[in-house]
């Protein structure tokens, strides 16, 4: 079996959560969570996202400071297929409008989802944040993969406190 690859951005996550006392809650992983390249939706799950997966099923990072700061990775694992279930629902209601296939990973008010068909080499897909307020359908780059999008809401949570 292959080792997850490192993810210093979760890690550097978690740690500011425990150092600025900001809520940070995880539920354990499947015992047999997505694999890298398998297909979800039809669509190849991302390896930085699988390796996410296999360390936490679920994750709520900064609940506490309410409004758009909290951030959630939707849970996955024996009991709850939210992952799947949220990417399915997206699929039927914005791929069409959004004219490219994503697989939704979490959010709060505002979504946050891999773009397959923009991977790399590596198989490593970016993260894009798709605002659906009020209708309006708008979507923004946010990071290059998943731990950069880690790293990045890390920093801003710093910010912010």
Known sequence: MKEPMDLPGLERLMAVCQRLKLDLETLPP??????????????????????????????EFATNLG????????????????????????????????????????????????????????????????DTYEGELLVMPVASNVDRFFDSYSRYLEAVV
């Open 67 to 130: 409004g758009t700061t909290g951030w959630v990775l939707e849970r996955s694992d024996e009991q709850v297929h939210g992952l799947e279930e949220e990417t399915r629902r997206w699929g039927k209601m914005w791929w069409g409008e959004l004219g490219e296939p994503m697989i939704v990973f979490g959010g709060n008010i505002y979504t946050y989802a891999t773009v397959p068909s923009l991977a790399d080499e590596r198989g490593w897909q970016p993260v894009v944040e798709v």
């Open 30 to 59: 499947a015992r047999e969570p997505l694999k890298a390249g398998s297909l979800l939706e039809g669509l190849p799950f991302d390896p930085v996202l699988a390796s996410v997966y296999t360390r936490v099923g679920h994750a």
